[in-house]
């Protein structure tokens, strides 16, 4: 068993905090009854499979991001892709952004603000997306008081990323090729 602090083996330490996460789980304050009577579901689920399009329908894809990203056939199966590969950070930001500037209320855009800024931009972020340093700047001074437009910058550097390397990739994948045939 562990014994004193400073001897504590690392996987005490670990085991600790385990437990200290779950504790603080168990204490909060449940939102409703289900919460009490549905326990929560560890496992990640994994996407759902999208409809499948016509041929037609996804050959246009090829034309550019902005068809992909307006057609939700398009969007579901680049989505399921990226998600494949582990890298669907862009899509997300790139979504969490157009989502952004249809708040209205201003205490509610600051709130998701932070969170885009949290999830996404500043350092070490669970789903840090690849802007550059000026770029990044430029969104966290925008942030100062937030506005529709705080992360059109990131955005567009996101979604220039996107049709350079995510789209050519998703179009030579077996993925989008299965759908053309």
Known sequence: MCKGLAALPHSCLERAKEIKIKLGTLLQKPDSALDLII???????KPAK???????????WRDSLDKLLQNDHALANFKSFLQSEFSEENLE???ACEDYKKIQSPVEMAERAKQIYQEFIQTEAPKEVNIDHFTKDLTVK???EPSLSSFDSAQKKVHALMEK????????????QELVK
């Not at 326990?39 to 689920?45: F, S």
């Not at 999208?50 to 246009?60: F, G, I, N, Y």
């Not at 390397?165 to 989008?176: C, G, I, Q, V």
């Open 142 to 144: 925008n942030l100062v």
């Open 50 to 60: 999208p409809q499948k399009p016509s041929r037609d329908e996804a050959l246009q």
């Open 165 to 176: 390397d995510s789209l050519p990739r998703f179009l030579r994948s077996k993925f989008y």
């Open 93 to 95: 930001f790139w979504l």
């Open 39 to 45: 326990p929560y579901n560890e496992k990640v689920q």
